[in-house]
């Protein structure tokens, strides 16, 4: 009669680990080291409620251009670090979309206290394109402080993604 | 009249009394199956009870393991939380004899999205994408990496490839 107990207190305990058992992409294309040191990465980030497959793309990236194994190590861990700043400054109800888009907004320059100023004036609604949109500004060249305004400004008016989007269609 | 246990009753003095007192003295005694049916339910209830306790633990390990499977699975399925999109990825490179597209949304896999010629020298393909931001970028003839000239830039090269991204909303 214990059995089954015991089989289900097995799987209760060793259930997550299961779940957390190595990336099977990652480890049919990384060499082992780097496998490993990306897949403690996405444990990590599992743990702390960050997106994981956006750290899976970046390695398995590296791997399709050629880069060595430690620099994609590097790359991943840098990309772990601005998603864990993105997830701050947009908050645990941002979706993981969000976050990713946050991200990269942070690796082109955007300051978190903007992001959580956007969070603010669209409350409610996703923050993907605004977001995406204010990061290929400031990739583009447009001078931080336009590209803020023109996005908050936009965003404080409740309006829908296409006009975000056609941000970046003007001169 | 008190009773004290050990006492013995007296004797009736009348055939009704002596009647009532054998009739008092005779074993009680149930109909068979009775028995059988009370004996069928208790066993009935032992193995019950047994089941009992197992169940619970069964179905407090299933709801445990559940509930981990969805912590670990639900944020990672739908990011965005909205239905999936229509995109058409294009590129123009009439010398060239293969074009495919590779980025985060096919595991950067160079043999997953081929594009195909669709006159002029241009290549598309048609792809169906949760709303989101993706990074990408082409590969022509198997050997140079080309980005998307109709698309942003994308703010990182970590690996010194032209990216592009696309905003799906």
Known sequence: MRSPALLATALLLFGPALLNAQDRRLAERLDPITAGAVQHLVDSARTARLPTEPLVQKALEGNTLGASGERIRAAVAALYGQLGRARAALGGSATDAEVTAGAGAIRAGVPADTLQRLRTLRSGRSLVVPISVLTDLMTEGTPPDRAYRSVFDLARDGRPDDDFLALREKP | ?169
Do not use: C, K
């Open chain 2, 1 to 169: 009249m008190t009773f004290v246990q050990g006492d013995r009753a007296p004797e009736p003095a009348d055939e009704t009394l002596r009647r009532i007192a054998a009739e008092l003295r005779r074993p009680i005694a149930f109909d068979a199956t009775i028995d059988t049916a009370a004996l069928q339910a208790i066993r009935a209830g032992r193995r019950s009870t047994g089941r009992r306790g197992v169940w619970p633990w069964l179905g407090a390990a299933a709801a445990a393991l559940a509930a981990s499977i969805l912590l670990a699975v639900v944020p990672h399925r739908d990011p965005a939380g909205g239905p999936p999109r229509a995109v058409l990825l294009r590129l123009v490179a009439p010398a060239s004899s293969t074009v495919t597209v590779v980025g985060d949304f096919n595991d950067w896999n160079p043999s997953a999205t081929p594009l195909a010629p669709s006159g002029a020298g241009e290549w598309t393909v048609r792809l169906r994408l949760p709303p989101g931001r993706y990074r990408y970028t082409f590969l022509v003839d198997g050997r140079e990496w080309q980005r998307d000239p109709t698309e942003p830039p994308a703010p990182d090269d970590d690996y010194g490839a032209p990216m592009s991204v696309i905003t799906v909303s």
